[in-house]
C-alpha cells in the first residue's frame, strides 16, 4: 500500500495524547516524520485535573486516555514509523523556534505543522476569569503564529508548505463555552488570512475541527453537557447520541489530512473542514454579508430604519443565532 507522506517531516503540536496523539500516529503510518510535543512529560493538561472534580467513570476514561510526546514517538517507532518528541510550550516564541530548528536540523526540512495544541477546558461569560481567558487563547491562537511564523522561511525555499490549523466546531459559539468558542473562531480567521497570504508561495493553510476520543473529551465534554443541562437547556438526546458516536479513534482523522497535505491537495486553501473519526467530512462555506440597507448618504431616521431592519435586512425568516441556546 502506497503510504502518501513518504519523507515528509511534520511537526504535531499538543500530540502526547487524544487528538493530536492521533493525528501523529495516522501520518506516521503514511510515511511522514515525526516531531512530537506536548508541554512536559507524563501530559500536562492531564495533570491539571483532580479526581475529587469528576465522577469515576471520568476519572477512568481520562487514564485511559492521557500521555505525552515520548509515548506517541515510541507507539510511531514500534509501529516502523520514524518519530522525535519535543517538550515545550509552543505558545512561547522561542519554544516555537526551537521546535521548527529540531526538526529540520533532524530531518534536513519542515513539511508540514499540524497546530493542534490548545487551552481547553469549560466556561461561561458569567465564570469566566482572565486567567482561563489567556489559558483558551493563547495556548491556541498565539502557538498556531509562533510555528507558522518560523516554519515559514523553511516552506518558502522549498516552494512547498502544508498548515494544518486545529480547531472546533464550537467557533460558531457553543453556549457555556465562551472562551474555547472564541480560541477556535481565532484559528478560522487565521486560517483565512494565512492561505491568502501564503498561497504565493505554494503553501496551503486549511483548518480542521475534528471529533475523537480525548481525555478533554472524557471530562471537559461531560462536565459541560452537565452544566447546561442543570441551567435548564439539555442538549437533544439524538445529537448527544451522535456527539458520542463520533468520538472515536482520532487516528481515523489522518487519511482526510493527508488529503490535504499531499502535493495534489494544494488546491485546497483558505477552507474550514467539520471531520470525524467516524468518516463524516464536511465543508463549511465561506461567510457572506447578506443584504444592504443604503440611506444614500444620508443619516437614519431610527423609526424608518427600525422598520427596513425588520422587513428587508433580517425578513420574515429570520431566526436569531442568540436564541439557539443549546446545540443544533
Known amino acids: 500500500m502506497a503510504k502518501h507522506l513518504e519523507g515528509k517531516v511534520v511537526i504535531v503540536t499538543g500530540s502526547g495524547q487524544g487528538i493530536g496523539r492521533g493525528i501523529a500516529v495516522g501520518l506516521a503510518r503514511e510515511g511522514a516524520k515525526v516531531l512530537t510535543n506536548n508541554r512536559m512529560p507524563k501530559g500536562y493538561s492531564a495533570s491539571q485535573f483532580r479526581r475529587e472534580d469528576m465522577p469515576e467513570e471520568d476519572w477512568k476514561e481520562l487514564c485511559r486516555l492521557k500521555g505525552d510526546a515520548e509515548m506517541t514517538a515510541e507507539i510511531i517507532s514500534s509501529e516502523g514509523g520514524e518519530a522525535m518528541p519535543f517538550y515545550g510550550d509552543c505558545s512561547d516564541w522561542g519554544t516555537a523556534e526551537k521546535m521548527v530548528r529540531a526538526a529540520v536540523e533532524k530531518w534536513g526540512r519542515i513539511d508540514i505543522i499540524v497546530n493542534n495544541a490548545a487551552g481547553t477546558g469549560t466556561g461561561s461569560?458569567?465564570?469566566?476569569?482572565?486567567?482561563?481567558?489567556?489559558?483558551?487563547?493563547?495556548?491556541?491562537?498565539?502557538?498556531?503564529?509562533?510555528?507558522?511564523?518560523?516554519?515559514?522561511?523553511?516552506?518558502?525555499a522549498q516552494g512547498y508548505g502544508r498548515i494544518v490549523n486545529i480547531a472546533s466546531d464550537a467557533w460558531v459559539g457553543l453556549a457555556g463555552n465562551s472562551g474555547y468558542s472564541c480560541s477556535t473562531a481565532g484559528m478560522v480567521g487565521l486560517t483565512y488570512a494565512?492561505?491568502?497570504?501564503?498561497?504565493?508561495?505554494?503553501?496551503?493553510?486549511?483548518?480542521?475541527?475534528?471529533?475523537?476520543?480525548?481525555p478533554a473529551h472524557a471530562v471537559e465534554y461531560n462536565k459541560l453537557i452537565r452544566e447546561i443541562t442543570a441551567a435548564g437547556h439539555a442538549p437533544d438526546e439524538k445529537v448527544l447520541k451522535m456527539v458520542e458516536a463520533d468520538h472515536g479513534d482520532p487516528a481515523n482523522l489522518a487519511p482526510f489530512i493527508t488529503v490535504l497535505c499531499e502535493e495534489e491537495g494544494d488546491y485546497i486553501n483558505g477552507s474550514i473542514f467539520s471531520v470525524t473519526s467516524a468518516g463524516k467530512v464536511r465543508m463549511y462555506s465561506y461567510p457572506e454579508c447578506g443584504p444592504m440597507l443604503y440611506n444614500n448618504g444620508e443619516p437614519w431616521d431610527v423609526d424608518v430604519l427600525r422598520t427596513k431592519v425588520k422587513e428587508e435586512l433580517t425578513g420574515p425568516d429570520y431566526k436569531a443565532p442568540g436564541k439557539a441556546y443549546g446545540w443544533s
Open 194 to 214: 494565512a492561505a491568502k497570504e501564503l498561497d504565493q508561495f505554494g503553501i496551503t493553510v486549511n483548518c480542521l475541527c475534528p471529533q475523537g476520543a480525548s
Open 125 to 156: 461569560v458569567e465564570a469566566m476569569t482572565e486567567e482561563n481567558w489567556d489559558h483558551f487563547n493563547t495556548g491556541r491562537t498565539k502557538a498556531a503564529i509562533a510555528l507558522m511564523h518560523f516554519a515559514f522561511p523553511y516552506m518558502k
